[in-house]
């Protein structure tokens, strides 16, 4: 993925947006004294909404359906931030333009919080494939890795989805609580109070996982991109990925062939896609294996559709447990 540079023309375009932002703030809460917290893609959404609570408001900047990896803010979403009193994001490994605003948000005014502050991140992988667990195989995927686009690969040095393993979005959901409680904290305890009540439905999430998956023989799963790895981690599990880290990176044929092999020497029943990304390889990799698809959600993003009808990221994880289940035996 490319990294983007915010041109002069936008910086100075910020700079009158945000001033324009400011004779219309009171003193950066909206008018009814709510918290308005803005944050990047949806993750962050409902992990910042379960912890404000009835305490502001939440809004996204990351438009619904939006692929995260590719964004990159306008003058007038870098002015929302600027107008907001907390701005939440995953990390910089995910939102890799953070750091390039940063010097026009005013801290002392809009709380700038890391969700994954608190992780060690995993390496990024760069050839699809999961070496935390399968480092006896580092051997025969070491050739794949000199035939892809390294401009592509040194996008990301770590793997910022931490989100798609429940015990990580708890962490998440801890340091946005206590970052929040540092800014506002008359209302560290309702903070607390939402927090804990939020995080003990992923606990129970994380249960799921950990029954589901304590028994399996077959802990392998074949998908479209790197996006499962802490889940992986987590549970005992590996991921082969067709992609690396980012969804648009294109896979070399000799990767398409080596996972073809693995598909038919592991016996592999599923592959599994991403309905909001480019399925195409996937497809052709699955018709060549003759081997059905599912979609396994990274969560990356909900359509506003899925949320219209009531989706949420537990509802969208429990789907996941069950796609995994076709899998994980």
Known sequence: MKKY????????????????????????KNNDGKIKAIVTFYPMYEFTKEVVGD??????????????????????DIAKISEADAFVYNSEEMETWVDKIADNIDDKKTKMIE?????????????????????????THDSDS??????????????????TDPVMAVKEV???????????????????????????KLNELDQEYKTAFANAKNKTFVVQHAAFGYLANQYGLTQESI?????????????????????????????????????????TLAK?????????????SLTQKQMDDGETYLTVMQQNLQALQESIK
């Open 5 to 28: 540079l915010l041109g002069l023309g936008v910086l100075l375009s910020v700079v009158l947006l945000s001033a324009c932002g400011d004779s219309n703030a009171n003193n950066g």
């Open 55 to 76: 305490e502001g408001s939440v809004e996204l900047l990351i438009p619904a359906g939006t692929e995260p990896h590719d964004y990159e803010p306008s003058a007038k």
């Open 115 to 139: 969700a994954a502050d608190e992780i060690d991140l995993l390496e990024a992988t760069s050839d699809g494939h999961d070496h935390a667990h399968h480092d006896s195989d580092s051997d």
């Open 146 to 163: 000199d035939e892809h686009d390294h401009e592509e690969d040194h996008a990301h040095s770590k793997d910022p989805h931490v989100w």
């Open 174 to 200: 801890k340091e946005i609580q206590k970052e929040l409680s540092e800014k506002y904290p008359a209302k560290k305890a309702q903070f607390e109070k939402n927090a804990n009540t939020y995080i003990a």
């Open 243 to 283: 992609s690396g880290i980012s969804p648009d990176q294109e896979p070399s044929p000799s990767r398409l062939a080596q996972l073809k092999h693995f598909v038919e020497d592991h016996g592999t029943k599923v592959i599994y896609f991403e309905e909001n990304a480019n399925s195409k390889v996937a497809e």
């Open 288 to 300: 060549e294996t003759g081997v059905k698809m599912a979609v396994l959600n990274p969560l990356e």
